[in-house]
């Protein structure tokens, strides 16, 4: 049975940090791992992945304050924010790759107040 399990999102004062993980099983071959985020009103954004292999990209307008990294073994994927602006706030998602399809988690708010 494929699950992704994230962490509980939250609230958090602009300038604080907040850790997400996501924890995929049942999946196989996992290439791609990593972080989307959407809105109210907007359309879902990339955040930050990192393949297999340690690559990583990020959003531009995350770059220098979250910060991705992956447990190969336990297939769980992490994304530090730190920094946290009130335009960061959104439901953050989970996605996980194989050469065959994408998974998604069911999404964690994260809430930035000012």
């Known amino acids: 049975q494929v699950q992704l399990v994230e962490s509980r999102g939250g609230l958090v004062q602009a300038g604080g940090s907040l850790r997400l993980s996501c924890a995929a099983s049942?999946?196989?071959?996992?290439?791609?791992m990593g972080w989307y985020r959407q809105a109210p009103g907007k359309q879902r954004e990339l955040v930050a992945v990192?393949?297999?292999?340690?690559?990583?990209t990020y959003a531009d307008s995350v770059k220098g304050r979250f910060t991705i990294s992956r447990d190969n073994a336990k297939n769980t994927v992490y994304l530090q924010m730190n920094s946290l602006k009130p335009e960061d706030a959104a439901v953050y998602y989970c996605?996980?790759?194989?050469?065959?399809?994408?998974?998604w988690g069911k999404g964690t708010l994260v809430t930035v107040s000012s």
């Open positions: 990192i393949t297999s292999g340690g690559t990583t």
């Open positions: 996605n996980t790759a194989t050469v065959l399809r994408d998974y």
């Open positions: 049942g999946i196989f071959n996992i290439n791609r």
